[in-house]
């Protein structure tokens, strides 16, 4: 049973509709992360967050934002998508604690911009 | 930049052992060494981590060099549900490398 959860699974939307992909953890996990990744390529971190009210930029600019008002919630908006941004988003989470800074990942939303 | 370098991928009959190598040249003392796999169409899944000594787990092992800057980990008799990507990491590594494509052959 998934303890990291992503919704929508798929999501096909126009071009300069705003969206949010939904994030939620059940493990109590302080630091969570959001990578976007093309079939077959790297995983590119956009975001990520060490605790409630502290947000990141990774090294892909992706025009997106996200917000940790919740330790438990951590979702991403895209102001105003585009054909560009078509890709499969990944949220994960970990533990602070060295030895078990172990990622544990969703099952992914997969953005389609038409 | 990642902090760990893995060929691009490798290819292996079925039920043979499968070693995929990992260098870490930069570890520092206290970092442990993570391996992920990633199944296709879906999220990285954990496998194996250790800090000095070789781990066995009930899916893989992972071998770790005297020196710690590199690590193998070890599918003892690989099926096809292990075609996958595998991915080295270390402790607080935010920037994923591509990781070894691995590829089974029937």
């Known amino acids: 049973e998934a303890d990291i959860y992503q919704t929508p699974r798929y999501l096909v939307i126009g071009t300069g509709k705003k969206i949010t992909l939904e994030c939620s953890q059940t493990?109590?996990?302080?630091?969570m992360y959001w990578y976007q990744q093309d079939p077959g390529m790297e995983l590119h971190l956009i975001h990520y967050?060490?605790?409630?009210?502290?947000?990141e930029k990774g090294d892909l600019s992706s025009e997106s934002t996200v917000s940790r008002i919740r330790t438990e919630h951590f979702p991403l908006t895209l102001e105003s998508a585009r054909p560009s941004h078509t890709s499969q988003y990944l949220c994960?989470?970990?533990?602070?604690?060295?030895?078990?800074?172990?990622?544990?990942f969703g099952s992914g939303t997969r953005l389609t911009v038409v | 930049d990642a902090k760990t370098t893995q060929p691009n991928s490798m290819e292996s009959n079925e039920e043979e052992p499968v070693h995929l190598p990992c260098n870490h040249s930069t570890i520092s003392g206290t970092d442990y060494i993570h391996w992920y796999r990633q199944l296709p169409s879906q999220g990285p899944e954990y496998v194996i981590h250790g800090l000095t000594s070789n781990v066995n787990n009930r899916m893989a092992s992972l071998a770790i060099a005297e020196d710690r800057k590199s690590s193998t980990l070890i599918l003892h008799r690989a099926t096809l549900r292990d075609a996958a990507v595998y991915y080295c990491i270390l402790d607080y590594q935010l920037i994923w490398g591509a990781g070894t494509k691995l590829i089974i052959k029937p």
């Open positions: 493990m109590g996990h302080d630091k």
């Open positions: 994960a989470s970990s533990e602070l604690k060295r030895g078990i800074y172990g990622y544990t």
């Open positions: 967050s060490y605790g409630v009210n502290s947000t």
